[in-house]
């Protein structure tokens, strides 16, 4: 069942379970779907449904932690609901030991040495981690890497 499929399924399960979170959620993924289609004029797959769903999160956390530190916890709070449901959908991400991994595989495979190879690096990780890992971290880890 792709992406969308299930979004839609959910979408009716939470209408009948009178779930407005969950709804509400749901139908702002959709609208986010249907503009990138409509944009790009073409059918987003799964990969770029994942994308959509991780640029919502992002943002979601940001919302999030600029309302707590104004001290608005009910509409952080939202924010944080609202990440839970955007990560059912979401692929599980990876741990800060796994990507430590993989950064060090990367940067023996491709005999960088300094902070003047990242974006070589960078370049191989992003095509590998992509939706996997969150890449601001995968960024910070990178550097201290290649700064040690």
């Given amino acids: 069942m792709s992406l969308k499929a299930k979004l839609t399924e959910d979408m009716k399960t939470a209408m009948r379970a009178k ?3 969950t709804l509400g959620t749901i139908r702002l993924i959709n609208a986010a779907i249907k503009q990138y289609e409509v944009d790009e004029r073409c059918e987003a797959d799964d990969a770029k449904v994942t994308a959509i769903l991780g640029k919502m999160l992002k943002q979601r956390k940001d919302s999030a932690k600029i309302y707590a530190e104004a001290g608005r916890s009910d509409l952080a709070d939202k924010e944080n609901a609202e990440i839970d449901v955007l990560n059912r959908y979401l ?10 991994n993989a950064v060090a595989t990367v940067i023996t495979m491709t005999g960088a040495s300094s902070m003047a190879d990242m974006g070589k690096v960078m370049g191989v990780l992003k095509t590998q981690l992509a939706g996997k890992a969150d890449m601001g971290e995968v960024n910070k880890i990178l550097k201290a890497a290649l700064s040690a």
């Fill in 19 to 21: 779930d407005t979170l």
């Fill in 91 to 100: 692929p599980q991400m990876m741990s800060e030991d796994e990507i430590r």
